[in-house]
């Protein structure tokens, strides 16, 4: 498996978007409100990778994940972590993870931050065994109860 940065050149905009959907697709009808990966098209995709720092996961020219990289003020936010369903617990999720924390090393951010949905507790046990612990709550817009999970693992 070879992790390579995903940058303006990248030219695999539709499978990557596709990965994405497929990976996200069993939140469907489980989390409320819906995934934003569903508002995602190849042209904000591709704004998504001039914005942020991405990286994929291939075998050969095939993808089987993804991370994208924002730096804050005090630490790297990781959002869009996709792993194909068929490749799921194959340790992907894990090297896209090590390269998240390679960057923000890197940008000598000391932290790395994501937001999980409440209903997703499998996700909340992952995170943690790889050292994210809960820091906060938040609620999506339009609603009175916590929809996310704040984690941060330090570096």
């Given at each position: 498996?070879?992790i390579?940065?995903?940058?303006?050149?990248?030219?695999?905009?539709?499978?990557?978007?596709?990965?994405i959907?497929?990976a996200?697709a069993?939140m469907?009808?489980?989390i409320?409100?819906?995934?934003?990966a569903?508002?995602l098209?190849?042209?904000s995709?591709?704004?998504?990778?001039?914005?942020?720092?991405?990286?994929g996961?291939r075998?050969?020219e095939r993808?089987?994940?993804?991370?994208?990289?924002k730096?804050?003020?005090?630490?790297?936010?990781i959002?869009?972590?996709?792993?194909?369903p068929?490749?799921?617990?194959?340790?992907?999720?894990?090297?896209?993870l090590?390269?998240?924390?390679?960057t923000a090393r890197?940008?000598?951010?000391?932290a790395?931050?994501?937001?999980t949905r409440v209903e997703?507790?499998?996700?909340?046990?992952?995170f943690?065994?790889?050292?994210?612990?809960?820091?906060g709550k938040m609620?999506?817009?339009?609603?009175?109860?916590?929809?996310?999970i704040?984690?941060?693992?330090?570096?």
């Open positions: 498996m070879q390579f940065r995903i940058d303006q050149d990248f030219g695999q905009h539709e499978e990557l978007l596709a990965l959907l497929h996200f069993s469907d009808g489980r409320d409100p819906p995934s934003s569903h508002e098209t190849v042209e995709l591709q704004q998504k990778i001039a914005d942020e720092i991405a990286f996961a075998d050969g993808l089987f994940g993804c991370v994208f990289l730096p804050e003020a005090d630490c790297l936010y959002g869009k972590l996709a792993v194909a068929g490749a799921q617990g194959k340790g992907i999720g894990r090297l896209l090590t390269e998240a924390e390679a890197a940008l000598k951010l000391p790395l931050r994501l937001l997703l507790v499998e996700n909340h046990r992952a943690g065994a790889w050292g994210f612990i809960e820091t609620c999506h817009p339009g609603f009175s109860r916590p929809t996310a704040e984690m941060r693992k330090a570096l």
